[in-house]
């Protein structure tokens, strides 16, 4: 089975002529995107060189991208990378990896529904809960409410509090 690939930016365009293309970065900072090794756009790999931050953007070089011209075809592809060259600090996840969990009672095992949406925040994100009945409910990413996050398995183990479901 090929290893999942995680969308990491977007090519936005050409910078200068010497074929360096400029990278709209999808993550908490632009210099996340230089800690990477393997990066995919259309479902193969390239090689990219000279990654470095350049305000809220990333600049780089393709390896057999040579001019302005050849970088301006690069526009709008969107660049992947392989799951395990994203290394995250314990009980820090990737929200693409969020969306979809299964959220569970930790008491009862009753399932309220799934992860719909991460809305980040400054001081915690909140995760949107959208339950079997339609409803929507948020739960703040915080030790009190979310027990347990186990990925493999798909589930959130949580604590609710009156009020917080309708």
């Known amino acids: 089975m090929a290893e999942k690939l995680i969308e990491v930016g977007k090519i936005v365009g ?8 400029r990278i709209e970065p ?8 230089l800690k990477y090794k393997h990066f995919h756009a259309n479902g193969a790999e390239i090689k990219m060189h000279s990654l470095h931050v ?3 953007l990333v600049l780089a070089s393709i390896e ?10 690069w526009r709008g592809k969107v660049l992947t990378v ?15 990896e ?3 969990l299964r959220v569970v009672d930790e008491i ?12 980040p925040l400054p001081a915690n994100d909140v995760y949107t809960v959208k339950c079997e009945s339609g409803s929507e409910f948020m739960l703040p990413a915080v030790k009190e409410f979310v ?5 493999d398995a798909g589930e959130m183990t949580v604590r609710v509090i009156d009020g917080m479901i309708e």
Request: glycine share 12%; proline share 5%.
């Open 82 to 96: 392989p799951r395990s060259d994203i290394v995250l600090p314990k009980g820090k996840y990737l929200i693409c």
């Open 54 to 56: 350049h305000g809220n």
């Open 26 to 33: 999808w993550s908490d900072t632009p210099a996340d995107l």
């Open 14 to 21: 050409a910078h200068g002529v010497r074929g360096e293309i």
């Open 108 to 119: 009862s095992g009753e399932s309220y529904g799934v992860i719909s949406d991460v809305t």
């Open 64 to 73: 057999g991208v040579a001019d302005m011209n050849s970088a301006i075809t």
């Open 147 to 151: 027990r347990s996050i186990n990925i």
């Open 98 to 100: 969020l969306i979809g």
